[in-house]
């Protein structure tokens, strides 16, 4: 079994900052992707940011330059360092591991419980 697990939604203003973290547990060898998605209120989930295991990332084209994901490979965690938030912005966050190798063998993709960010004044 392995749990994703994320921390760190919450109320900000538009302009602040927030970070999100995401740590994966339980019977893990190695993940090969970690992402973070957001939905918003009556949208289709959507891709925020991706980071491989060799860190290539790759973003969503509205969040560029005011995001960046980085992640730890050792401890199985993912973070989203989110900046000039928007209220554009506001949504469920959901962490997302891709590619997780068991020692049995078996290859999972999971899905963490998502936390809110609203951003608002």
């Known amino acids: 079994q392995v749990q994703l697990v994320e921390s760190g939604g919450g109320l900000v203003q538009p302009g602040g900052s927030l970070r999100l973290s995401c740590a994966a547990s339980g019977n893990i060898v190695r993940i090969k992707n970690m992402a973070w998605y957001r939905q918003a209120p009556g949208k289709q989930r959507e891709l925020v940011a991706a980071i491989t295991s060799g860190r290539i990332t790759n973003y969503a084209d509205d969040v560029k330059g005011r995001v960046a994901i980085s992640r730890d490979n050792a401890k199985n965690t993912v973070s989203l360092q989110m900046n000039s938030l928007k209220p554009e912005d506001t949504a469920v966050y959901y962490c997302?591991?891709?590619?997780?190798?068991?020692?049995?063998?078996?290859?999972?993709?999971?899905w963490g419980q998502g936390t809110q960010v609203p951003v608002s004044s």
């Open positions: 997302n591991a891709d590619r997780i190798v068991t020692p049995s063998g078996s290859v999972l993709n999971n």
